[in-house]
């Protein structure tokens, strides 16, 4: 699960976890970058108390869940501010980097004439979000000749990952690298590229193994390149409690666990 579900996810009575998409809601992740964690195919909020339904854009069953604004406002994410409250922690001006594997055609830039019918559209128009000031999306050298899909087991997690980075940062740049497979190799190569791309401030990793003692080798993988402004390397730390995932556990990268939170 991504370093953002595990931030909202929730499992016990009252609290706040995330509803599963309708179209996705029947397929499961696994698949490690030996081995990914194994993550359910969610991309809206669901809790028991004040909820919002939402029908599903291929006019399926309806799923019901809290909306961005409530989350913003659990969270205190729509309080954050800087210069004195002179600049909105929007994410304005700032280029989140996501990175997946494989390739998910229902994700589109927001250049492409075929936007207005993409899942990011579909959910700004869900839940009132206006279009990020751009959504690119790249193979993991900068190109547009996608990978393969991987059989669809990954659209899920895409899904979560740009959908909730946008809500949370609605004014932030959206750069989607979708690397060739799920093996390290892939996976550390597209955080790469994309940390070197002007204007990432945030690499988000939802992908992680268990540690080695070789693990160190990789730590300078998840640096800020030269010339570049600063980078934040983000990492989910896993689905399961302790021991956590590598690069969750890189000292360069910054670790996300679960939460649980009482709303409503």
């Given at each position: 699960?991504?370093?953002?579900?595990?931030l909202?996810q929730?499992?016990?009575?009252?609290?706040?976890?995330?509803?599963?998409?309708?179209?996705?809601?029947?397929?499961?992740r696994?698949?490690?970058?030996?081995?990914?964690e194994?993550?359910?195919?969610?991309?809206?909020?669901?809790?028991v108390?004040?909820?919002?339904?939402?029908?599903?854009?291929?006019?399926?069953?309806?799923?019901?869940?809290?909306?961005?604004?409530?989350?913003?406002?659990?969270?205190?994410?729509?309080?954050?501010?800087?210069?004195?409250?002179?600049?909105?922690?929007?994410?304005?001006?700032?280029?989140?980097?996501?990175i997946?594997?494989?390739?998910d055609?229902?994700?589109?830039?927001?250049?492409?004439?075929?936007?207005?019918?993409?899942?990011?559209?579909?959910?700004?128009?869900?839940?009132?979000?206006?279009?990020?000031?751009?959504?690119?999306?790249?193979n993991?050298?900068?190109?547009?000749?996608?990978?393969?899909?991987?059989?669809?087991?990954?659209?899920?997690?895409?899904?979560?990952?740009?959908?909730?980075a946008?809500?949370?940062?609605?004014?932030?740049?959206?750069?989607?690298?979708?690397?060739?497979?799920?093996?390290?190799?892939?996976?550390?190569?597209?955080?790469?590229?994309?940390?070197?791309?002007?204007?990432?401030?945030?690499?988000s990793?939802?992908y992680?193994?268990?540690?080695?003692?070789?693990?160190?080798?990789?730590?300078?993988?998840?640096?800020?390149?030269?010339?570049?402004?600063?980078?934040?390397f983000?990492?989910?730390?896993g689905?399961?409690?302790?021991p956590?995932?590598?690069?969750?556990?890189?000292?360069?990268?910054?670790?996300?666990?679960?939460?649980?939170?009482?709303?409503?």
């Open positions: 699960m991504s370093w953002l579900g595990r909202f929730g499992r016990k009575n009252g609290a706040v976890s995330l509803a599963v998409d309708q179209r996705k809601r029947h397929a499961c696994r698949g490690f970058f030996e081995p990914l194994p993550r359910l195919l969610l991309s809206a909020f669901h809790a108390g004040p909820t919002l339904m939402v029908t599903a854009s291929d006019g399926g069953s309806s799923a019901y869940g809290h909306t961005p604004a409530e989350i913003r406002q659990a969270y205190g994410i729509n309080q954050i501010s800087f210069d004195g409250g002179a600049v909105a922690g929007s994410g304005a001006g700032q280029t989140i980097a996501i997946d594997p494989y390739n055609p229902y994700f589109v830039s927001s250049g492409s004439p075929s936007f207005s019918g993409s899942d990011l559209y579909q959910f700004d128009q869900d839940f009132g979000l206006p279009n990020p000031p751009s959504f690119t999306k790249v993991q050298t900068g190109g547009t000749n996608y990978p393969g899909t991987g059989g669809g087991g990954y659209f899920g997690e895409v899904a979560l990952d740009v959908e909730w946008h809500a949370v940062a609605p004014q932030a740049n959206i750069l989607l690298v979708e690397a060739n497979t799920n093996s390290s190799t892939d996976l550390y190569a597209a955080a790469q590229f994309a940390a070197r791309q002007p204007g990432v401030s945030v690499v990793m939802s992680g193994s268990a540690e080695t003692n070789f693990e160190t080798s990789y730590d300078t993988y998840f640096t800020t390149p030269s010339g570049h402004t600063g980078v934040t983000v990492a989910s730390t689905d399961n409690g302790s956590g995932y590598y690069p969750a556990y890189s000292p360069n990268v910054l670790a996300v666990g679960g939460d649980y939170a009482e709303y409503g």
